[in-house]
């Protein structure tokens, strides 16, 4: 799937190579208010496994099976054992909160001595009017511990004091005064473990993450990939030694890295384990400086696997840190210097509340005054080298809305500094060292802001008209927005626009569509979601809750997939009346269909995705940027039929067979055997039509399952499964290496089992071994419940399984000469095709005829469709199962169920934080496009990796302008054309513009083209008459045009690509 064409196109270029009940089946209790949880005493970034009530913590796969995909099981049990603090609960301080419970650390206490005010609902979604004067902590518990029951949560609503701290493995503060701030770094900074600790801000459209993980902190896994490999086809006898890997993938070793050898033969001395350095890599090739040339002569096989090893950081406590706070994480290039500046603003800020007991007040030019003279004086008054320029304009900015909590901007920073406070209790992935300043003062409109227009007027929507006046916010308010997806990129935004007041006045409107419902594995991510809901639809769940958030919001929620077959629900009218569009899909098809829609009715397209830890986003902005379909990522690389059937070399390849296999045996097949009982007569018909080899090896599937391999009892079941794995795992590896044996040459002379080619061996069954008798189960219960078989109750018993199968008959096996295998990674098909294909055809269908009479009246199959989020109905089992199998004969390492699940169900690793941060960084978009007049400077596209951490913004690509004598257009122009003409009226239309249009097309159909005589009785017809002739078009009554496509030259008759045209003929 393509949800992130940026990031495997250039992003990834760039980079350095609920739960329902408790861990212990109970459910968890809640904590009292005010009442902290019990201390964790597990040390920071190499913390032991956590347990709970003395065991160790178990994960849900199929709840988080999507986190587990990114993090791993380590990772998680850590995040189990983890109790943390947040501190101030403004959006900022809901949003890191909400990121947390999400993830399952063991206990949030959240900390607030500050009561709700109208403020705080334009940034913290768990408030509502009705807790205004409430502790905002109290407000917000009890729908903090809905998002997960698993987490204890509970709230401290005295001030804190250092003694509270000591119970936490990372404490993170959204509000709080430097003072105070140098008080608690400091206890953490020395605490024996050392407690982590973070100081995160959002000032409006300014942001601020301070980091503090003790004096030293290891980092386990730096960026979360799986370590690189590459299968070895020669190493030299030199010094250095040049190691040469074969041409079937790139390599991504990078000089400095360390790699194992394994599996060399010939030059075994480099089997030892021992991790040696990669130098002058290449795309195919490296060194090591090792002497060599005394050791064996290299033969053949051998792979190399990337060492990952532990990263020590020694953090700055934050006093020393403010002082000296050496590089600053850059997000923007175009803003190189911006963070000293920004470095500076918090820290005048800082003084002015200590100073005022409040913020400066928006457009308040007495604030804006003292704000600036507090920033010259601690300019002045630092040590180290001072600022050059000091800007005034972006102070003012900073000064003027630093009282407001966007939501977009704590959306942004929740999610880093959610997966901060993770990376802290986990030792997973670098943390941010140590400063991260950034701003979206680009967001603001074009327009000069009036000081009255920034007033309060007591509404929920304060803070950000504080920031953007009041006058933006009634065009957030009555904006049409359509929004695809209702997943975890649509509950963010769906609370996002809601918190924004985006569609919340009765101009407004806000339409949501999905056709998905709720299953339990989207609970860990899409948070608008509860337990009760699975099974019921995405779009409708997630609109009552973004209402519950924002009464006011204007939602229309629908089931409909957004495609060329509901454009009679999304038809013009509707499209007409949009503003933007938002895309919250998870499919390339969907995005590619909506990049369409958007170009073709001129509306802004507002993209991102996410994958794992990373994300992006990317603006489609009408005239001014390219659209997300300009550029194209190259299609995935799809290992050979031959490679995945007969010679694998990897887990991924076994798995791809594996899933193959079922899909063959438990759906295919049962459905190919009832479409024939269901009507003999027409498969038969059909069959004999198609009369290829395709058909014949259909045919020979549908006879065995009816006569051989048809099973009446479970004991038939057993039978089937024994001697499926005796064919998979023997007989076939057998008759390959009998084919082509080991000393096997190439017409070339080459050895043929060279690599990335591995021999395979046979395996001999046996009853004692876990993983044959586990297939052996998982393979015949699901035979015997595509038949309709009752399943015993002793099936599962593995002993009586055991006696079970060893009383199967397994015929003895003896090769056969002249059998083809295919070798030829070019080829599509498996299936050889024969002179007398026709003839084996007719005859089987006979056999079938005859094998029909046999079975019970009404006789039909039940076919199994893979799911993967079931663990108790043996699906992953048995591909775990055949991959594992199939990786032993070809020495290949196996991999357990859970990392099957990924790769067999090509799971897309997703976390809430990256969700969270896309999300924030596209409605800091959304105040550009609602409010107009930006131009493409303005506009970010953001690729971000929280892992490393790596955000890096650009300006959008623009639209390519073509131009032609005094015409100009880009992708996003349409011609329309008024009137119902005549072909040779819209052909005249042309030549007035220097134009010699010479044929008109529309769908796939011909109208014109001025090469055929006979179409020139068509030129006085009109165009949309001729559609309907020719193309047999059927124009709905709700559209007024028709489009056709026109090829054009000019005058020298170079072809000229114009835009497409629209005839309103009504």
Same mark, same amino acid.
């Given at each position: 799937?393509?949800?992130?064409?940026?990031?495997?196109?250039?992003?990834?270029?760039?980079?350095?190579?609920?739960?329902?009940?408790?861990?212990?089946?109970?459910?968890?209790?809640?904590?009292?208010?005010?009442?902290?949880?019990?201390?964790?005493?597990?040390?920071?970034?190499?913390?032991?496994?956590?347990?709970?009530?003395?065991?160790?913590?178990?994960?849900?796969?199929?709840?988080?099976?999507?986190?587990?995909?990114?993090?791993?099981?380590?990772?998680?049990?850590?995040?189990?054992?983890?109790?943390?603090?947040?501190?101030?609960?403004?959006?900022?301080?809901?949003?890191?909160?909400?990121?947390?419970?999400?993830?399952?650390?063991?206990?949030?206490?959240?900390?607030?001595?500050?009561?709700?005010?109208?403020?705080?609902?334009?940034?913290?979604?768990?408030?509502?009017?009705?807790?205004?004067?409430?502790?905002?902590?109290?407000?917000?518990?009890?729908?903090?511990?809905?998002?997960?029951? /698993?987490?204890?949560?509970?709230?401290?609503?005295?001030?804190?004091?250092?003694?509270?701290?000591?119970?936490?493995?990372?404490?993170?503060?959204?509000?709080?005064?430097?003072?105070?701030?140098?008080?608690?770094?400091?206890?953490?900074?020395?605490?024996?473990?050392?407690?982590?600790?973070?100081?995160?801000?959002?000032?409006?459209?300014?942001?601020?993450?301070?980091?503090?993980?003790?004096?030293?902190?290891?980092?386990?896994?730096?960026?979360?990939?799986?370590?690189?490999?590459?299968?070895?086809?020669?190493?030299?006898?030199?010094?250095?030694?040049?190691?040469?890997?074969?041409?079937?993938?790139?390599?991504?070793?990078?000089?400095?890295?360390?790699?194992?050898?394994?599996?060399?033969?010939?030059?075994?001395?480099?089997?030892?384990?021992?991790?040696?350095?990669?130098?002058?890599?290449?795309?195919?090739?490296?060194?090591?400086?090792?002497?060599?040339?005394?050791?064996?002569?290299?033969?053949?096989?051998?792979?190399?696997?990337?060492?990952?090893?532990?990263?020590?950081?020694?953090?700055? /406590?934050?006093?020393?840190?403010?002082?000296?706070?050496?590089?600053?994480?850059?997000?923007?290039?175009?803003?190189?210097?911006?963070?000293?500046?920004?470095?500076?603003?918090?820290?005048?800020?800082?003084?002015?509340?200590?100073?005022?007991?409040?913020?400066?007040?928006?457009?308040?030019?007495?604030?804006?005054?003292?704000?600036?003279?507090?920033?010259?004086?601690?300019?002045?008054?630092?040590?180290?080298?001072?600022?050059?320029?000091?800007?005034?304009?972006?102070?003012?900015?900073?000064?003027?809305?630093?009282?407001?909590?966007?939501?977009?901007?704590?959306?942004?920073?929740?999610?880093?500094?959610?997966?901060?406070?993770?990376?802290?209790?986990?030792?997973?992935?670098?943390?941010?060292?140590?400063?991260?300043?950034?701003?979206?003062?680009?967001?603001?409109?074009?327009?000069?802001?009036?000081?009255?227009?920034?007033?309060?007027?007591?509404?929920?929507?304060?803070?950000?008209?504080?920031?953007?006046?009041?006058?933006?916010?009634?065009?957030?308010?009555?904006?049409?927005?359509?929004?695809?997806?209702?997943?975890?990129?649509?509950?963010?935004?769906?609370?996002?626009?809601?918190?924004?007041?985006?569609?919340?006045?009765?101009?407004?409107?806000?339409?949501?569509?999905?056709?998905?419902?709720?299953?339990?594995?989207?609970?860990?991510?899409?948070?608008?979601?509860?337990?009760?809901?699975?099974?019921?639809?995405?779009?409708?769940?997630?609109?009552?809750?973004?209402?519950?958030?924002?009464?006011?919001?204007?939602?229309?929620?629908?089931?409909?997939?957004?495609?060329?077959?509901?454009?009679?629900?999304?038809?013009?009218?509707?499209?007409?009346?949009?503003?933007?569009?938002?895309?919250?899909?998870?499919?390339?098809?969907?995005?590619?269909?909506?990049?369409?829609?958007?170009?073709?009715?001129?509306?802004?397209?507002?993209?991102?995705?996410?994958?794992?830890?990373?994300?992006?986003?990317?603006?489609?902005?009408?005239?001014?940027?390219?659209?997300?379909?300009?550029?194209?990522?190259?299609?995935?690389?799809?290992?050979?039929?031959?490679?995945?059937?007969?010679?694998?070399?990897?887990?991924?390849?076994?798995?791809?067979? /594996?899933?193959?296999?079922?899909?063959?045996?438990?759906?295919?097949?049962?459905?190919?055997?009832?479409?024939?009982?269901?009507?003999?007569?027409?498969?038969?018909?059909?069959?004999?039509?198609?009369?290829?080899?395709?058909?014949?090896?259909?045919?020979?599937?549908?006879?065995?399952?009816?006569?051989?391999?048809?099973?009446?009892?479970?004991?038939?079941?057993?039978?089937?499964?024994?001697?499926?794995?005796?064919?998979?795992?023997?007989?076939?590896?057998?008759?390959?290496?009998?084919?082509?044996?080991?000393?096997?040459?190439?017409?070339?002379?080459?050895?043929?089992?060279?690599?990335?080619?591995?021999?395979?061996?046979?395996?001999?069954?046996?009853?004692?071994?876990?993983?044959?008798?586990?297939?052996?189960?998982?393979?015949?219960?699901?035979?015997?419940?595509?038949?309709?078989?009752?399943?015993?109750?002793?099936?599962?018993?593995?002993?009586?399984?055991?006696?079970?199968?060893?009383?199967?008959?397994?015929?003895?096996?003896?090769?056969?000469?002249?059998?083809?295998?295919?070798?030829?990674?070019?080829?599509?098909?498996?299936?050889?095709?024969?002179?007398?294909?026709?003839?084996?055809?007719?005859?089987?269908?006979?056999?079938?005829?005859?094998?029909?009479?046999?079975?019970?009246?009404?006789?039909?199959?039940?076919?199994?469709?893979?799911?993967?989020?079931?663990?108790?109905?043996?699906?992953?089992?048995?591909?775990?199962?055949?991959?594992?199998?199939?990786?032993?004969?070809?020495?290949?390492?196996?991999?357990?169920?859970?990392?099957?699940?990924?790769?067999?169900?090509?799971?897309?690793?997703?976390?809430?934080?990256?969700?969270?941060?896309?999300?924030?960084?596209?409605?800091?978009?959304?105040?550009?496009?609602?409010?107009?007049?930006?131009?493409?400077?303005?506009?970010?596209?953001?690729?971000?990796?929280?892992?490393?951490?790596?955000?890096?913004?650009?300006?959008?690509?623009?639209?390519?302008?073509?131009?032609?004598?005094?015409?100009?257009?880009?992708?996003?122009?349409?011609?329309?054309?008024?009137?119902?003409?005549?072909?040779?009226?819209?052909?005249?239309?042309?030549?007035?513009?220097?134009?010699?249009?010479?044929?008109?097309?529309?769908?796939?159909?011909?109208?014109?083209?001025?090469?055929?005589?006979?179409?020139?009785?068509?030129?006085?017809?009109?165009?949309?008459?001729?559609?309907?002739?020719?193309?047999?078009?059927?124009?709905?009554?709700?559209?007024?045009?028709?489009?056709?496509?026109?090829?054009?030259?000019?005058?020298?008759?170079?072809?000229?690509?114009?835009?497409?045209?629209?005839?309103?003929?009504?």
């Amino acid at each position: 799937m393509r949800c992130l064409r940026f990031l495997r196109r250039g992003f990834l270029a760039m980079l350095p190579s609920k739960r329902s009940a408790g861990a212990d089946g109970g459910e968890s209790k809640r904590a009292k208010l005010g009442e902290s949880p019990s201390a964790a005493a597990a040390g920071v970034g190499t913390a032991s496994n956590g347990t709970r009530n003395g065991a160790a913590p178990e994960i849900d796969e199929d709840l988080h099976s999507r986190q587990l995909a990114v993090y791993g099981r380590e990772t998680m049990r850590r995040l189990f054992a983890a109790d943390v603090l947040v501190s101030g609960l403004n959006g900022l301080g809901a949003e890191i909160a909400k990121s947390l419970a999400l993830a399952g650390v063991k206990s949030i206490t959240i900390h607030d001595v500050k009561m709700v005010g109208m403020w705080d609902l334009s940034g913290n979604f768990f408030l509502s009017e009705q807790d205004i004067g409430k502790n905002r902590a109290v407000a917000c518990v009890s729908k903090l511990q809905e998002l997960n029951n /698993a987490v204890l949560v509970s709230a401290l609503t005295e001030e804190l004091t250092t003694e509270h701290l000591s119970k936490f493995q990372a404490v993170v503060f959204t509000d709080i005064s430097l003072e105070k701030a140098y008080e608690f770094d400091d206890y953490c900074h020395s605490h024996q473990p050392p407690i982590s600790f973070i100081k995160a801000e959002v000032c409006g459209l300014f942001g601020s993450v301070f980091c503090d993980f003790g004096p030293e902190f290891t980092v386990l896994d730096v960026d979360g990939e799986d370590p690189h490999t590459g299968i070895i086809a020669s190493i030299a006898n030199d010094s250095p030694a040049m190691v040469s890997c074969v041409d079937d993938e790139r390599l991504e070793f990078q000089d400095g890295d360390l790699v194992v050898f394994s599996e060399v033969q010939g030059m075994a001395e480099l089997n030892d384990g021992k991790p040696r350095k990669v130098k002058n890599a290449r795309p195919f090739s490296f060194s090591i400086e090792e002497d060599t040339s005394s050791y064996g002569v290299y033969t053949k096989g051998g792979i190399i696997t990337q060492v990952k090893e532990p990263k020590v950081l020694r953090f700055k /406590a934050l006093r020393d840190a403010m002082r000296d706070p050496g590089d600053f994480l850059l997000s923007d290039f175009s803003k190189f210097e911006r963070s000293p500046v920004l470095h500076l603003a918090f820290q005048a800020l800082d003084k002015f509340k200590k100073e005022h007991g409040r913020y400066p007040t928006a457009g308040c030019e007495q604030d804006a005054q003292t704000f600036l003279k507090f920033a010259a004086d601690i300019s002045e008054a630092s040590v180290g080298p001072k600022l050059e320029n000091i800007d005034e304009k972006l102070l003012r900015h900073f000064a003027s809305g630093s009282r407001a909590v966007l939501n977009p901007m704590a959306a942004m920073f929740g999610g880093i500094v959610g997966q901060e406070v993770v990376k802290a209790c986990s030792g997973k992935f670098h943390p941010l060292y140590q400063f991260f300043y950034f701003d979206s003062v680009e967001s603001l409109p074009t327009y000069q802001l009036d000081p009255q227009d920034l007033k309060p007027s007591n509404s929920r929507y304060d803070a950000q008209i504080s920031v953007f006046g009041s006058k933006l916010q009634k065009k957030m308010l009555d904006a049409n927005i359509f929004i695809v997806g209702s997943g975890a990129l649509g509950c963010e935004f769906l609370k996002n626009l809601a918190l924004m007041g985006v569609s919340c006045s009765s101009k407004g409107k806000l339409t949501i569509t999905d056709d998905d419902v709720i299953e339990k594995s989207n609970l860990s991510r899409q948070f608008l979601f509860r337990d009760w809901n699975i099974g019921q639809a995405k779009s409708t769940v997630a609109a009552a809750a973004a209402i519950a958030i924002n009464p006011s919001l204007q939602i229309d929620a629908l089931q409909n997939r957004a495609s060329p077959d509901t454009e009679n629900v999304f038809h013009d009218t509707f499209w007409d009346g949009l503003d933007i569009a938002i895309n919250a899909l998870d499919n390339v098809n969907a995005r590619m269909y909506m990049d369409m829609r958007c170009l073709y009715f001129q509306k802004p397209l507002l993209e991102s995705g996410t994958l794992g830890a990373k994300c992006n986003t990317q603006m489609v902005i009408p005239h001014l940027t390219e659209n997300y379909g300009a550029s194209r990522d190259p299609p995935e690389k799809q290992a050979p039929m031959c490679t995945v059937h007969s010679f694998p070399h990897n887990i991924d390849h076994c798995l791809t067979w /594996a899933r193959s296999e079922f899909e063959g045996l438990l759906e295919k097949t049962p459905n190919e055997v009832n479409s024939f009982l269901s009507n003999p007569a027409q498969y038969a018909a059909a069959m004999r039509k198609a009369g290829d080899a395709q058909a014949r090896e259909l045919l020979e599937r549908v006879s065995e399952c009816l006569d051989k391999e048809r099973c009446n009892t479970f004991e038939d079941c057993i039978t089937w499964a024994r001697l499926r794995f005796e064919d998979y795992f023997s007989n076939r590896v057998k008759q390959l290496t009998f084919t082509f044996p080991e000393d096997a040459a190439t017409s070339t002379g080459t050895p043929f089992w060279s690599a990335p080619k591995r021999f395979p061996c046979p395996l001999q069954f046996s009853a004692t071994d876990s993983s044959h008798i586990n297939f052996i189960m998982a393979a015949s219960i699901l035979r015997a419940e595509s038949f309709g078989i009752a399943i015993p109750d002793w099936a599962k018993n593995t002993s009586k399984l055991a006696d079970a199968v060893n009383k199967v008959a397994v015929p003895k096996f003896e090769p056969k000469k002249g059998v083809n295998i295919v070798t030829d990674e070019k080829a599509t098909n498996l299936s050889s095709a024969s002179v007398d294909d026709d003839a084996v055809i007719n005859d089987l269908l006979t056999k079938l005829e005859e094998y029909a009479k046999g079975l019970p009246p009404g006789f039909q199959m039940k076919p199994i469709q893979f799911e993967k989020d079931d663990d108790t109905n043996f699906h992953m089992d048995l591909i775990a199962g055949l991959a594992n199998m199939r990786a032993r004969n070809y020495s290949i390492p196996e991999v357990d169920k859970l990392k099957a699940k990924f790769i067999a169900g090509r799971i897309i690793p997703a976390i809430a934080t990256s969700t969270a941060m896309a999300t924030g960084l596209v409605c800091l978009e959304l105040y550009k496009v609602i409010a107009g007049e930006h131009p493409i400077e303005d506009y970010r596209n953001t690729f971000a990796n929280l892992a490393l951490p790596l955000f890096s913004m650009a300006e959008p690509v623009p639209a390519k302008v073509m131009k032609h004598q005094d015409l100009s257009w880009t992708v996003w122009d349409r011609w329309t054309i008024k009137g119902n003409l005549t072909i040779a009226e819209l052909l005249q239309w042309f030549s007035d513009k220097g134009l010699s249009a010479y044929s008109m097309s529309c769908g796939t159909s011909l109208l014109y083209n001025s090469m055929f005589t006979r179409h020139k009785e068509r030129l006085q017809k009109k165009v949309v008459d001729v559609a309907r002739e020719v193309a047999k078009v059927e124009v709905p009554e709700y559209r007024k045009h028709i489009d056709v496509v026109v090829a054009c030259e000019d005058d020298d008759g170079n072809d000229i690509d114009i835009p497409l045209v629209s005839v309103y003929f009504r």
